[in-house]
């Protein structure tokens, strides 16, 4: 199980996270929602032990992780928000580079990249340099690169941008797959339907701090209405109608 | 037997390859090469091959254009019987040490921002079980083999051909072995130390400065080391002349030119050191591992301040809310707007220039290197004015004096159009492909503002007072008023069929009029920085003869807009992309 507890960050005086406590148990697959701004990436960040938390730990299976961060990054698979890849590498180069880093098997590594890129549609381009990648294709290079050494944990931050549909769905099924094959899954996104179509569970963030957290199902019950509705009625207290209406007469504005 | 030996070095080497420490060190070599940085922008990526072939390729010419001096039948026809080759060396010995720390230290520049390992390489490695301990080594490792490595290949073709053309008039063969082993010993050490003293800039920067500031005074530190190395491969042939007149005491200077004490090692290693020289060599082995374990604790330093920090870093951007100083209407850009660009391509295109070359590192440093070289001969134009010239006068109205805005704008303006053709991630160019009409033939006159806008009101500042305080109104406005017309026909012929925005077009292909393009620039440069201030030396003293320029500056204007009025339609549109010239050209009559 991991479990966040009482996790809080700042940068100098100013909180970015504040008191986050949740727990993922296995085959759960719980979504993380939250405006700009609201600490999703950092709460991604300390998950993964990029950045070390000003209070609070983050535990895997009871154990701090940062006392064997290794050990803990061996059973993680993390797809970040930006695709920052080595555009001079192919896609398999790139693929083999991580696979060898993490210490996989030679020959299991090779057949599982070959298989991963054919089931991702990017077996033809193998042996392009990924500086000539679509930005969906180097989605799904990181995506193979995050699950192929079939870690425990698996956290996406906006895994899907960029995807076209077929990929998009094909990884929402296999979102789902993982959480039943009692995988922990921590799901990042901006795109309600998907968190609500693949999550099982949903975190609702606002200026640092959890202000929903629950089944997705128990969520749009209490509330009455639909995920989207829900976290616009929980997150943002703007009247999105109105400010559309202003933007298009700032576009009619002409000088005086 | 050897095919057996070989397969097993084969296979452990393989097996070594292939294991997670040493993937990642060749993967930092590969970063090192290709490039670094967090966008995926389209720089100048000249693959491994091509990069080490440039990089050996001044030792090989240097070497060769030297066959004239130590050829034993050229020496022979020219009367030359006796002469004692080690001392004639020591000139071209030190400039092949500076050559090689000049062009050492310039790839270290060059591949600044490569040496440590940045976000991608945090975002790629840090969340795999590596520790970060492990990536410092790897990168450490990476880079030490890449200096042994660029040590070789800038001197591999100089210590092989340099012996080889000085040992041309001996009989012994040994003479060749000693002779090569002891310039292999200095180049090398003298590429490593600079390699280490760019590392070790690099490392204390980043040991002392927090992230933010290391990024903008990273840049002009940079620009200082270009101002540097461009300052040591100038004055290479006059240094050794100062070491022979420093009379038994060791210069001052010296200290500040690490070059002189690799020519004092090979020197003493001969046996052929004087006692300046000796003691020069005997700070060759203490600098050097200074250096080195300076540079090495300043690297761990600030990897550990910088690289492992990078997830707090990027998330903490500050928004500079600093107020404007001026009122609107009194600021640069409205200025130059009410005055010199009247349409909104060229107030936009301006901008997008004067900001691209101002915060693209590349573009920084090229200009930076022109300005440096530009510096610097104009600074040895001064010194030739002065020596030997009795009156401030005569030192002012002498050719030397007067070359130095000629010198100045020849260098800055072919620097600025040479910048103009280096691309700025062209991925974004889509924007003006989309907005810009392709048959509007604004680039010309809008490179043109640029480039007089950023020389003209600098070169008239500096020399119409200069001029004015050391000889009267007249001199200054007839010196000025050339200096200017000038520096306007110069940008006239060098926008000659300039038909793209600057910095959005691919980069030009290497074709076979390149070389005349470089030798009409070393010819337009003599007659420009040489020929016209000599011209107006004499021409001063009675100014009416100035009148007889104007027949040239007639004909340098009328021939670009003749070859302007010229050129077909098809030729005058706006282009993003260079294309190859084909082969066979089809006549399209049909068309």
Request: negative net charge.
């Given at each position: 199980m991991l479990e966040a507890v009482h996790l809080t960050k700042r940068y100098a005086s100013l909180p970015a996270v504040q008191d986050l406590s949740f727990s993922l148990r296995p085959g759960q697959v719980l979504g993380c929602l939250g405006p700009n701004g609201s600490g999703k990436s950092t709460t991604v960040k300390m998950l993964t032990g990029l950045l070390q938390p000003t209070r609070g730990v983050v535990q895997f299976d009871g154990h701090n992780i940062q006392h064997d961060l290794m050990a803990y990054r061996k059973c993680l698979g993390y797809v970040p928000e930006e695709p920052h890849l080595y555009p001079y590498l192919t896609g398999w180069e790139y693929l083999e580079l991580i696979g060898t880093l993490r210490g996989m098997p030679r020959p299991d590594l090779e057949k599982k990249i070959d298989s991963l890129l054919e089931l991702f549609s990017l077996h033809p381009n193998r042996h392009a340099s990924i500086g000539c990648y679509s930005k969906g294709m180097r989605q799904r290079i990181l995506l193979i690169a995050a699950i192929m050494d079939d870690p425990e944990i698996f956290i996406f931050d906006e895994p899907l941008s960029g995807l076209d549909v077929t990929s998009a769905l094909i990884f929402k099924n296999l979102v789902q797959a993982l959480g039943r094959q009692g995988k922990l899954v921590f799901y990042c996104s901006h795109v309600l339907e998907v968190v609500e179509k693949v999550c099982s569970d949903v975190l609702i963030l606002r200026k640092g701090v959890v202000i929903a957290q629950d089944s997705v199902t128990n969520i749009g019950r209490i509330l009455g209405q639909s995920l989207e509705n829900t976290f616009l009625h929980l997150v943002?207290?703007?009247?999105t109608m109105s400010v559309a209406r202003d933007i298009v007469s700032v576009m009619q504005m002409k000088a005086a | 037997m050897i095919t057996q030996a070989a397969d097993v070095i084969f296979r452990v080497w393989d097996d070594h390859r292939r294991r997670p420490f040493w993937r990642m060190v060749q993967l930092f070599v590969a970063r090192i090469f290709r490039g670094a940085g967090d966008s995926d922008a389209d720089g100048l990526d000249l693959g491994i091959g091509l990069v080490l072939t440039l990089l050996a390729l001044p030792g090989a010419f240097v070497s060769l254009f030297l066959m004239d001096k130590y050829g034993s039948l050229l020496q022979w026809l020219r009367g030359?019987?006796?002469?004692?080759t080690l001392a004639i060396v020591l000139p071209d010995e030190y400039f092949f040490i500076v050559l090689s720390m000049t062009v050492t230290g310039a790839v270290a520049v060059w591949r600044w921002d490569a040496i440590f390992p940045d976000r991608r390489d945090y975002m790629n490695l840090v969340p795999l079980p590596i520790s970060t301990r492990n990536i410092f080594f790897a990168n450490l490792i990476a880079v030490l083999f890449l200096v042994i490595l660029i040590a070789f290949d800038v001197n591999a073709a100089s210590c092989v051909l340099f012996p080889t053309v000085v040992a041309a008039s001996q009989s012994e063969f040994i003479f060749f072995v000693k002779f090569a082993v002891v310039h292999a010993a200095g180049v090398l050490l003298g590429s490593v130390f600079a390699f280490l003293a760019v590392f070790l800039t690099l490392g204390i920067l980043m040991a002392v400065l927090p992230p933010r500031a290391l990024q903008r005074v990273s840049a002009y530190v940079r620009g200082l080391v270009v101002v540097y190395l461009v300052g040591l491969l100038c004055t290479a042939f006059a240094v050794p002349d100062l070491l022979r007149q420093a009379g038994g005491h060791v210069p001052s200077w010296t200290a500040l030119m690490p070059s002189t004490w690799f020519l004092g090692l090979c020197q003493s290693l001969r046996g052929r050191a004087d006692p300046v020289l000796t003691a020069l060599s005997a700070r060759v082995i203490p600098g050097i591992v200074a250096v080195a374990v300076v540079a090495l604790c300043a690297y761990a330093v600030g990897y550990r301040r910088h690289f492992v920090r990078i997830a707090e870093i990027t998330d903490t951007t500050v928004i500079d809310h600093t107020p404007a100083l001026l009122p609107r209407k009194w600021r640069f850009g409205v200025l130059l707007d009410r005055l010199a660009l009247h349409t909104a391509f060229q107030k936009g295109g301006f901008r997008f220039i004067c900001k691209t070359m101002l915060r693209s590192e590349a573009h920084r440093l090229a200009l930076t290197g022109v300005g440096g070289l530009a510096l610097v001969l104009a600074s040895q134009a001064l010194l030739d004015a002065v020596e030997?010239?009795?009156?401030r006068r005569a030192a002012a109205l002498s050719p030397d004096a007067l070359s130095i805005p000629f010198i100045l704008s020849f260098l800055v303006i072919v620097g600025l159009r040479i910048v103009f053709e280096v691309p700025v991630d062209l991925r974004s160019n889509w924007i003006f492909q989309l907005m810009l009409d392709s048959d509007g033939q604004e680039c010309e006159r809008l490179a043109q503002r640029v480039i007089l806008i950023l020389v003209l009101p600098g070169l008239v500042a500096i020399t119409l007072p200069v001029y004015a305080y050391l000889e009267g109104w007249l001199v200054a406005g007839l010196h000025t008023l050339l200096v200017a017309t000038w520096a306007v026909l110069l940008t006239n012929i060098v926008l000659i069929r300039f038909r793209k925005l600057p910095f959005t077009c691919t980069l030009p292909l290497f074709k076979q009029h390149s070389f005349v393009t470089m030798l009409s620039f070393v010819f337009g440069f003599l007659l420009y920085a040489r020929s016209t201030p000599e011209f107006e030396s004499s021409a001063l003293l009675e100014?009416?003869?100035?009148?007889?320029?104007i027949p040239v500056a007639a004909v340098a204007w009328y021939v670009p807009h003749f070859l302007a009025k010229n050129t077909i339609d098809l030729e005058k549109k706006l282009i993003f992309e260079e294309s190859p010239t084909p082969t066979i050209e089809a006549l399209r009559l049909s068309d």
């Open positions: 943002d207290d703007v009247d | 030359i019987t006796h002469v004692d030997g010239t009795r009156s100014p009416v003869r100035m009148l007889s320029l």
